[in-house]
């Protein structure tokens, strides 16, 4: 099979809404297909009904929860995620956190068609119709990434799909997905050549969509181009990453990525509300090492480790809502409990988090977030659990790197071992062709082709005891 016709294949589908994408996350503490409850989520403090914070929509007037439910990362019979597993979702379990969310104040609901391999606006609508339709906001997305849905007229099919697949006749914010991924040439080609982004703000005045706007992903000159036309289009609202190691690193991490700092600082300037996403960075904000967790914890004993990340995101003033892909129950009542309400963070909060911020950057650990946006790889590997497991060795101190240390060998036979438990061999670095075709579809611009190039050569110095 070749690549090309392995990942057309793939990505024809997403007029249906499968390809594979995420949103702003909190992702699991033990190994996947278990439920995450660590010990930070054992002793939650139950959140309180009817003390949601909530932000309004300058343009609208609506009355927006902070916390709100990404529906990328719904659960699947049998445990795990849509995200993760090709498991049908748990639609009861759905409905029953829907429900909890629902009745603690959570009125924001995020979904695409291309998320849960293209079931999850079927199940959002599904999980909210027990609720007056306007008591809440459904948030959908044109998420026409296959060249084969860019014509206007399958822009259009997957638009009129989605009012079909979540059972409702208007939505409250819509937006063009992933902005910048791929680069400036793409975008043109998925919202402008097709005059989508004219027939959209169309919608809009007909009253079908209430808010338009984009979510933001790699190349700043898109999102310079939107702000350029804010005059004639008016957004109504911008998706961002924004978290505290984002806010002044993504630059450093990434010469491809914008720090939060300047996304926020635009949206700011033109009165545009922020949505925030990743507020946890694919989990990674959570699942930080121990000596780090400590000091969180000196400081906010009874709080969890993600708690810190959430309060960052919802404390400035310009954000609508913070989304988190919710899975567990455990999760969904510690951000209920973080915006039931929110205590927004002291000046010296910030900076406190700005010093560990630095910490994490200086790990050098590779930036994914474990969305999957670059899978299926053409060629089998399975590239977000490669660097998965990398990072995880990092994050614990346990990789090896000084062949004349006392724990090489320990730590070199647990990182070879550990690796062929989670990736098998055929799906290893070494069989990266350097394609490229993941590249642009990494919301983190990871030149991945490089990175398993070195993860290679790295692999085969252990396998040789020769790392020093």
């Keep these: ?22 949103a702003a996350s909190l992702t699991g503490c033990k190994n996947k297909g278990s439920n995450p409850a660590a010990d930070d989520y054992e002793h939650l403090t139950e959140p309180q009904k009817g003390r949601m914070t ?12 902070l916390l709100g439910y990404g529906m990328m990362r719904l659960p699947v019979e049998g445990g795990g995620s849509g995200r993760d597993s ?36 079927k199940a959002t609508g599904t999980a909210l119709r027990p609720f007056p339709r306007k008591s809440y906001f459904i948030a959908t997305k044109l998420s026409n990434f296959s060249e084969e849905t860019w014509s206007r007229e399958a822009s259009i099919e997957m638009y009129h799909n989605s009012f079909h697949q979540l059972g409702t006749d208007y939505i409250d914010y819509y937006l063009l ?13 998925r ?23 984009f979510s933001f ?22 998706q961002i990453e924004l978290n505290y190691l984002d806010w002044d690193y993504a630059n450093e991490i990434n010469d491809f990525n914008t720090d939060a700092r300047v996304l926020y600082g635009e949206l700011e300037k033109r009165g545009i509300p922020a949505v925030v996403m990743e507020p946890l960075l694919g989990g990674r904000l959570a699942n930080v090492p121990q000596y780090i967790v400590s000091r969180l914890k000196q400081r906010e004993p009874e709080r969890t480790v993600a708690s810190w990340a959430f309060r960052y995101a919802g404390t400035p003033k310009g954000v609508l809502t913070v989304l988190s892909g ?20 002291k000046p010296e909060e910030e900076k406190f988090l700005y010093t560990i911020a630095r910490e994490i950057f200086d790990l050098k650990t590779i930036p994914c977030n474990d969305c999957k946006y670059c899978m299926p790889c053409p060629w089998g590997v399975n590239i977000p659990a490669i660097f998965v497991h990398y990072n995880k060795c990092i994050n614990e101190g346990t990789l090896p790197h000084k062949a004349e240390s006392e724990s090489y060998a320990r730590y070199r036979r647990e ?35 490089q990175e398993m190039e070195r993860l290679s050569h790295f692999i085969d110095s252990l396998k040789r005891g020769e790392i020093v």
């Design 191 to 213: 919202y402008i050549d097709n005059g989508m982004i004219d027939y959209l703000a169309g919608e809009r005045r007909a009253g079908r969509i209430r808010n338009l706007g």
């Design 54 to 65: 909530y932000r309004i929509n300058p343009t609208t007037h609506d009355r927006v929860s």
């Design 177 to 189: 997905h992933g902005v910048g991924m791929g680069g400036f040439e793409q975008f043109q080609k």
């Design 86 to 121: 090709d498991a049908p979702l748990d639609q009861k379990m759905i409905n029953k956190l829907v429900a909890y969310a629902y009745d603690h104040g959570v009125n924001y609901y995020d979904t695409s068609p291309a998320y849960c391999k293209g079931e999850s606006e």
């Design 326 to 345: 919710m899975t567990y129950m455990e999760h969904l009542k510690d951000n209920l409990v973080n915006y039931c309400p929110l205590t927004p963070l």
């Design 217 to 238: 992903h790699g190349d700043y000159k898109a999102f310079q181009w939107l702000m350029d036309h804010h005059e004639q289009y008016h957004w109504d609202f911008c």
């Design 415 to 449: 990182y070879l071992i550990g690796l062929d438990r989670v990736v098998p061999r055929e799906r290893q670095p070494d069989h990266c062709i350097g394609c490229n075709h993941c590249v642009p579809h990494c919301p983190q611009n990871i030149q991945i082709p």
């Design 1 to 22: 099979m070749t690549k090309n016709i392995n990942r057309r294949s793939f990505l024809k589908t997403v007029t249906a809404g499968t390809v594979a994408t995420a």
